[in-house]
């Protein structure tokens, strides 16, 4: 089952937890920094590090799963 034409990660994006959701879209939607996002959520570089895998990690899965 391939992925359909036209289609990509925007719905699987939009099922994932706002805050992994928000992580990604400041990382890659935003271009911004680990460190920028650390010190916007007060939070230390490795945490969003680590949520930002997390994040990256579940949206491979949701993908793999609807498109085989």
């Known amino acids: ?19 992994h959701r928000d992580i990604l879209v400041m990382r890659y939607g935003d271009s911004l920094s680990i460190s920028e996002i650390a010190e916007a959520l007060d939070e230390t570089e490795n945490a969003i590090s680590v949520k930002i895998h997390r994040a990256k990690k579940q949206l491979y899965n949701r993908y793999k799963e609807r498109y085989g």
């Open 1 to 19: 089952r391939g992925r359909p034409r036209g289609h990509g990660t925007g719905q699987e994006l939009g099922e994932l937890d706002a805050s």
